[in-house]
């Protein structure tokens, strides 16, 4: 059986379980990790290959989206023809996708290009904090402010939306949401850049402004996540544990507020968090 054939995200392996009364043979769920390589073309037939992105099979659509958006290949107002080599479900069969989009930024294409994204860095080689300074400014359009308890909130609510952790415990998540909790949309993935991608792929093809909302995260706060938080303009970036000292300094550089080690009642306001209310 081709891995991730069901489209659940999961499959069954063997497992021997080892307790105080010995060992126990038996089957256990596993997260999915499987290649998937993505192409772009433009409307005038010249072809793009992006890389091959390892990751969990699940809105596979969404993913590439995200991934083009994020690495720069396409802009914001592209028009997206069509995602090609994905079924009704958003998922690859044959782990390649392709969008056919009015217009490619071609310079995007030169130092990044056909390369391998693995599920545990999703900008490896990416030049330096002021490169995506010079890329994306300061986010000074967004005036939105989030109460402390709405930000308490959010990791229980996105936990609740893990359809595939509930079966394998293996995989990250992220989770976008208004100024006051709702959610909007929760991607999953053993790679946690992989499931920002996959929330920016649906704002992307939901033509959702991403202006004044929050994002969630499921693991630590990277300079590979608010990268992407970034380039889509996202104000807020959540996490449930620590941040690395250049997410840091790139949110402090960009204007976004990071919240993170939100749990258990408090949370860490390391940038910008004038657009935190305590009440």
């Known amino acids: 059986m081709k891995l991730g054939e069901t489209g659940s995200g999961f499959v069954s392996r063997k497992a021997a379980i080892f307790s105080g009364s010995g060992i126990e043979n038996t089957t256990d769920s596993v997260t999915v990790e499987e290649p998937l390589e993505v192409s772009v073309q433009d409307k005038s037939g010249r072809l793009f290959r992006a890389g091959i992105i390892m990751r969990t099979p699940s809105a596979d659509d969404y993913l590439s989206v995200g991934f083009l958006h994020s690495e720069g290949y396409i802009k ?3 028009e997206i023809y069509a995602v090609e080599g994905v079924d009704s479900g958003g998922i690859s069969r044959e782990n390649s996708v392709r969008l056919i989009v009015s217009h490619v930024e071609e310079s995007a294409s030169i130092p990044y290009g056909s390369r391998l994204v693995n599920s545990s860095c999703g900008i490896c080689g990416k030049a330096s904090l002021d490169e995506i300074y010079l890329r994306v400014g300061r986010l000074q359009r967004s005036r939105i402010t989030v109460k402390a308890e709405t930000v308490l909130s959010l990791p229980d609510i996105m936990r609740r939306k893990q359809r595939i952790f509930s079966s394998t415990g293996g995989l990250h998540a992220a989770g976008l949401f208004t100024a006051d909790g709702s959610p909007l949309f929760v991607g999953e993935d053993i790679g946690r850049h992989n499931a920002v991608d996959k929330v920016i792929g649906w704002s992307v093809m939901n033509s959702t402004d991403l202006h004044d909302k929050i994002l969630q995260v499921s693991g630590r706060a990277g300079f590979e ?4 938080a970034a380039v889509s303009g996202i ?11 250049l997410a ?8 976004i507020t990071l919240i993170c080690f939100v749990r258990e009642k408090r ?7 004038e657009r935190v209310s305590l009440s």
């Open 235 to 245: 104000p807020v970036v959540c996490s449930v544990s620590a941040p690395s000292s």
């Open 267 to 273: 949370f860490n306001i390391y940038t910008n968090g």
């Open 76 to 78: 914001p107002g592209t």
């Open 248 to 255: 840091v300094d790139l949110c402090d550089a960009l204007g």
């Open 225 to 228: 996540i608010v990268q992407k």
